[in-house]
């Protein structure tokens, strides 16, 4: 069962499993502990007069949680054996019944019923009702399934369709003979014993055939309409339709072996010629007594040259409909002459066929709660795969977490104590000519550099993670410049130099280009475009991968070249290698091939894992091979990107040396850690510098002070930034100067283009990594 509108329930049932299904509903929605809705036939109409849709009854229930409609519209199971020969015809109470679970399916009746009342309480619960509606919850659908398959296979046998026609038939019927009402209890007996419709149908047929002393019973099943050949059969020279295959013997009973089996025999449509509509008629009832083929077929000779095969002579059909569709045909053959069928004969085989027809239902509906159930089932073993995969998932990402946090408190930790350690001790050093004594010059400068480098890889770690963050969350964007590949590897290479000297690595750097192509000359040399920050990030995260896990003494190797207008970066080491079966871990976040590694090597496993976004980020893909104990190989490909146009003139490193002249800067910051390191780095330059905190102020006194560079926090009192950048715009046109602007932002290059679209001339991202970078930027 699902809530899903085209999944209906729809059967002919007594009653009593009518009202069962009606408890078993109410019984669903009160367990989910909220408000109820439910309503009946008897708040709306009367029972004898059913309303316009012909729905004798029905049961309403409506909760958050779970809601159904069952409907009832009346019909009866007659006994036609009985109707024939008394009076008074028996008769079950039955409805043809409909269960529905879908909100779209519900709406329009409840809709129906606010129409057919005047009573505004009435109505004003049938609105509340409405704005209940939800689809069914799974807990709640499934625990109703299980509830319809217990009532409609495991209920009680007084509430069965068998037993209704049963309990409903006299203990002496004068329309059943006394041998033929025992032979009727003892088929009913054997369909309430077993559910195996091959058994039933087989005991039944050879019951019956003893008892009418007839050569053959035989038991001729319709096939679906549905899967009627789509094309019109053909003619043949009478004229007759042929080779349109109706149906087929699927039970066979004979009285003795002399007696030819017709077993799984085709008739087609000759078989009913001279019964026009013959399904139709059968599915209302009728029957067909032949005494003699040779005188009820007159005139259809080609009939009774096919009757003649099988050697029959008399027969007796009566359908087998079940839930008012005709099933098959149960046909007594008389093979040795003619025979006169007896009318108790016939209403025999009616009820013969009838209880047939009962159990053929049977079947077919635990057949289909078995399917119902087994599909349930199946759900739940999914549903319970999918909370298990889900909860390994969570538990690995929280073990992950567990370790990042761990690796990530020791990366952190390590050189904040060396900083907080070493500038404890030089700021207790006293400040007269002891300190010398105390400390050796050449032992302060150290202490710096350690503490300069520790903070350099505490910097490194925040940006690995910022930037991380930044590119899952796809705001990244490429900052694609023209620039030098040679220059780009050389400062990379130059910047772990001192670190792998430390370990004694030899770095190399081959550098060459391969391809002459046209698009190569356009490159003009070793020129390419991508976005130069990231490829130097790409080098740097793959260079100290390599130092790191290469022991002293081996060799780290930067091969760059262009090839096809794509840049190609290869990083090979003498390191200890990757085991195959670790490669799907390589490039994952937060992950160490292996947690021994911890002991002996730094990092959080962020390296990697962002290499490879950035190199995805371009449109290009890396590749590695590696052999343990002799070393890896990490190829990255990447693509040349489109240059597109950007504001401003050349880069500030780009201006020739002679326009790098002493110039006045006003500084508008409002910390003096910030002012402090600036004014020191740009007066060591040999820059005047005029530092003003208040932005009001600044604006002021530019047209006095005519400076050459304005740089501007976007962290000062007063006005914003943007009122700030329009303000200098203005005064520039009367007196030109630089506009520089100081973003803390984690995306800085995104940042930075907001402001020069607002009239900025470039950035200055803090904090500061390398100074150089500034002065460039101010000249």
Not at 100 to 108: G, K, L, Q, V
Not at 222 to 245: C, D, H, R, Y
Not at 354 to 360: D, H, K, S, T, V
Request: charged fraction near 20%; aromatic fraction near 6%.
């Amino acid at each position: 069962m699902s809530s899903d509108p085209s999944s209906t329930f729809s059967r002919i049932l007594p009653a009593p499993v009518f009202q069962q299904i009606a408890l078993a509903l109410e019984k669903t929605a009160q367990s989910t502990h909220g408000q109820v809705f439910t309503f009946t036939e008897a708040d709306f109409f009367d029972r004898s007069n059913p309303n316009r849709a012909g729905i004798q009854c029905f049961f309403l229930v409506i909760s958050r949680s779970f809601s159904a409609l069952l409907t009832g519209e009346s019909t009866s199971l007659e006994s036609e054996s009985l109707a024939e020969s008394t009076s008074t015809p028996t008769q079950v109470t039955t409805y043809r019944t409909q269960l529905m679970f879908a909100p779209e399916a519900i709406a329009p009746f409840l809709t129906n019923l606010q129409t057919q009342v005047a009573s505004a309480e009435v109505v004003n619960k049938l609105q509340q009702a409405h704005q209940c509606l939800r689809p069914n919850q799974a807990d709640c659908q499934s625990q109703f399934t299980l509830e319809l398959v217990d009532i409609l296979t495991a209920g009680s046998k007084s509430t069965s369709p068998l037993d209704c026609v049963l309990a409903n038939l006299p203990a002496q019927d004068p329309a059943l003979l006394p041998d033929q009402e025992q032979v009727f209890t003892q088929v009913a007996t054997q369909i309430r014993r077993t559910q195996e419709l091959s058994l039933i149908l087989e005991t039944t047929l050879q019951q019956v055939c003893d008892y009418l002393k007839a050569d053959r019973l035989i038991i001729y099943q319709f096939e679906p309409e549905t899967s009627a050949p789509q094309t019109p059969p053909s003619t043949g020279q009478n004229g007759n339709l042929t080779n349109l295959v109706c149906g087929r013997i699927t039970y066979e009973a004979r009285a003795n072996s002399s007696i030819p089996r017709v077993l799984h025999l085709s008739e087609g449509t000759q078989c009913f010629i001279g019964v026009p509509d013959y399904r139709e008629k059968y599915r209302q009832g009728a029957t067909q007594a032949v005494a003699d083929i040779y005188t009820t077929y007159v005139q259809a000779p080609c009939l009774v040259e096919f009757l003649e095969r099988a050697q029959i002579r008399a027969k007796l059909v009566v359908p087998i409909v079940v839930q008012e569709d005709l099933w098959g045909l149960l046909i007594a053959h008389q093979c040795s002459g003619p025979r006169h069928w007896q009318d108790s004969e016939t209403r025999f085989m009616r009820c013969i066929a009838e209880l047939m027809a009962i159990a053929i239902y049977q079947t077919q509906l635990y057949s289909h709660l078995q399917q119902q159930a087994q599909t349930l089932e199946q759900r739940v073993i999914e549903r319970t795969q999918a909370l298990h995969d889900t909860l390994t998932a969570a538990q690995t990402a929280s073990l992950t977490k567990t370790e990042f946090l761990a690796a990530m408190s020791h990366e952190l930790r390590t050189p904040l104590t060396a900083i907080i350690g070493m500038a404890t001790t030089l700021l207790r050093l006293p400040t007269d000519a002891r300190r010398d004594r105390l400390l050796s010059p050449e032992k302060q400068q150290e202490y710096l550099k350690i503490i300069r480098n520790s903070g350099e890889h505490l910097l490194e770690l925040i940006n690995d993670i910022l930037d991380l963050s930044q590119l899952e969350a796809g705001r990244a964007i490429l900052d694609v410049r023209e620039f030098s590949l040679f220059q780009v590897a050389s400062e990379s290479l130059l910047s772990l130099k001192e670190k792998a000297e430390q370990n004694q690595i030899h770095l190399e750097l081959d550098f060459k280009l391969t391809s002459q192509s046209s698009e190569e000359k356009k490159l003009q040399g070793d020129r390419f475009t991508a976005d130069p920050r990231r490829v130097k990030q790409i080098l740097l995260n793959l260079l100290t991968n390599a130092i790191k896990f290469t022991p002293e003494g081996g060799q780290v190797t930067l091969r760059v070249w262009v090839d096809r207008n794509q840049a190609v970066l290869q990083v090979e080491d003498t390191g200890i290698g990757i085991p195959r079966n670790k490669f799907p871990l390589l490039f994952q976040k937060f992950q160490q091939l292996d947690t021994s590694y911890h002991r002996q090597y730094e990092g959080t496993g962020l390296g990697l894992a962002l290499t490879k976004q950035l190199v995805e980020l371009h449109g290009g893909q890396i590749e590695v091979e590696s052999t343990v104990n002799v070393g890896s190989t990490f190829t990255v490909l990447l693509p040349a990107q489109p240059l597109t146009s950007r504001r401003g003139g050349p880069k500030p490193s780009e201006f020739p040396e002679f326009q790098r002249a002493e110039k006045r800067i006003i500084l508008i910051e409002k910390y003096e850690a910030i002012a402090h390191l600036l004014c020191d780095l740009l007066t060591a330059a040999g820059h005047q510098v005029i530092w003003m905190i208040d932005s009001m102020t600044a604006l002021q006194q530019i047209e006095i002070l005519k400076p050459e560079v304005v740089i501007v926090s976007t962290q000062i009192p007063g006005m914003g930034t943007s009122e700030i950048l329009q303000r200098l715009r203005q005064e520039n046109l009367r007196h030109p100067f630089r506009i520089l602007v100081m973003t803390t932002a984690d995306d800085a290059d995104m940042e930075c283009r907001q402001w020069q679209a607002e009239g900025a001339d470039d950035c200055i991202s803090l904090p500061i990594v390398h100074p150089e970078e500034v002065l460039d930027k101010v000249y």
